[in-house]
């Protein structure tokens, strides 16, 4: 097989991996909107990441990978793992009054987030297309919170949440240049499931039957899942190229809200969506672009005058 047919497997898995990833995370989501039927978001939030641990633990932990626990900057991997929980709980609580396509409309917005704030805090400064494609995204997110309007106070959740994912996705690029993705996860978890080990017992609710408890198992299960696939997708294809079917993750919401919630978009977010989606869409377009031309750049540097 040819390395230019290797390559091309590489990235049609990396994006089936992709695809997959984001599934499991929608999972999730419809999960935590079932169980704060029957209990506290805390009490989801301690299951996801204690589930998650637990599980993870069985299959990598620091006695089989010593080197596991290693971290370089260890307030950078709190301050992480404190974004990630936040977020999570947040993104529950929200859920308990919201759908999930809207939800997910609004954490779209991250992408964008994360590109305003790498400049100040990365030194990687976006140009004025880039700018432009962001006020535009903001736009879609306005679309489907309809401030002023009949705007649910739990939109303004899903707003924190995506500020939290955003810092989270920040600092875990500072982070990606000293510790390894294993490292990351597992003070991810770590820190999530002992930070609810320590609150879940003021809002305590003993689950009503073992469907319950399994769909608290599972919770953590497709967390996992979700996030060793996003990293293993990564390795295998180049961002710019899977980045785009993350958005297939607003197909599954839509899908899951209908099938478990009867839960129909409106057309305020299915255009708020849009909006969003698309400005997405060209931002990844936009750093394809930039990493192609620095690329072509650094060959003709190397070449030198013939």
Same mark, same amino acid.
């Given at each position: 097989?040819?390395?230019? !047919?290797?390559?091309?497997?590489?990235?049609?898995?990396?994006?089936?991996?992709?695809?997959?990833?984001?599934?499991?995370?929608?999972?999730?989501?419809?999960?935590?909107?079932?169980?704060?039927?029957?209990?506290?978001?805390?009490?989801?939030?301690?299951?996801?990441?204690?589930?998650?641990?637990?599980?993870?633990?069985?299959?990598?932990?620091?006695?089989?990978?010593? &080197?596991?626990?290693?971290?370089?900057?260890?307030?950078?991997?709190?301050?992480? *793992?404190?974004?990630?929980?936040?977020?999570?709980?947040?993104?529950?609580?929200?859920?308990?009054?919201?759908?999930?396509?809207?939800?997910? *409309?609004?954490?779209?917005?991250?992408?964008?987030?994360?590109?305003?704030?790498?400049?100040?805090?990365?030194?990687?400064?976006?140009?004025?297309?880039?700018?432009?494609?962001?006020?535009?995204?903001?736009?879609?997110?306005?679309?489907?919170?309809?401030?002023?309007?009949?705007?649910?106070?739990?939109?303004?959740?899903?707003?924190?949440?995506?500020?939290?994912?955003?810092?989270?996705?920040?600092?875990?690029?500072?982070?990606?240049?000293?510790?390894?993705?294993?490292?990351?996860?597992?003070?991810?978890?770590?820190?999530?499931?002992?930070?609810?080990?320590?609150?879940?017992?003021?809002?305590?609710?003993?689950?009503? *039957?073992?469907?319950?408890? !399994?769909?608290?198992?599972?919770? &953590?299960?497709?967390?996992?899942?979700?996030?060793?696939?996003?990293?293993?997708?990564?390795?295998?294809?180049?961002?710019?190229?899977?980045?785009?079917?993350?958005?297939?993750?607003?197909?599954?919401?839509?899908?899951?809200?209908?099938?478990?919630?009867?839960?129909?978009?409106?057309?305020?977010?299915?255009?708020?969506?849009?909006?969003?989606?698309?400005?997405?869409?060209?931002?990844?377009?936009?750093?394809?672009?930039?990493?192609?031309?620095?690329?072509?750049?650094?060959?003709?540097?190397?070449?030198?005058?013939?």
């Amino acid at each position: 097989m040819t390395n230019h !047919a290797v390559a091309r497997r590489q990235r049609l898995a990396g994006i089936a991996l992709m695809c997959t990833a984001v599934a499991c995370l929608t999972f999730v989501d419809a999960l935590s909107k079932y169980l704060v039927g029957y209990m506290e978001p805390l009490q989801v939030v301690w299951a996801r990441y204690t589930s998650a641990f637990v599980l993870a633990f069985v299959v990598s932990n620091p006695l089989t990978r010593p &080197g596991m626990l290693v971290t370089r900057r260890p307030l950078l991997q709190l301050s992480r *793992s404190i974004f990630m929980v936040g977020g999570t709980f947040l993104n529950v609580l929200a859920l308990r009054y919201l759908q999930i396509d809207q939800t997910l *409309s609004i954490v779209f917005s991250t992408p964008f987030l994360v590109a305003a704030m790498a400049g100040p805090l990365l030194g990687e400064w976006i140009g004025w297309r880039r700018w432009i494609a962001i006020t535009v995204g903001f736009v879609g997110v306005l679309v489907v919170i309809r401030p002023g309007f009949d705007m649910h106070p739990a939109a303004l959740l899903s707003v924190a949440t995506a500020v939290c994912y955003a810092f989270y996705g920040i600092i875990t690029r500072l982070l990606s240049h000293t510790d390894s993705n294993e490292t990351q996860l597992f003070y991810g978890n770590f820190v999530g499931a002992v930070a609810m080990c320590c609150v879940v017992w003021f809002v305590w609710t003993t689950p009503e *039957s073992l469907w319950l408890v !399994a769909l608290m198992v599972f919770i &953590g299960g497709f967390g996992s899942v979700g996030h060793y696939l996003l990293i293993a997708a990564h390795r295998l294809a180049p961002a710019s190229l899977i980045s785009p079917f993350m958005y297939t993750q607003l197909v599954w919401g839509i899908t899951l809200g209908y099938l478990i919630f009867q839960d129909v978009p409106s057309s305020w977010t299915l255009a708020g969506a849009s909006i969003v989606v698309g400005s997405g869409l060209y931002l990844v377009n936009r750093e394809r672009k930039r990493h192609s031309t620095e690329a072509a750049r650094a060959t003709s540097d190397t070449a030198g005058p013939h």
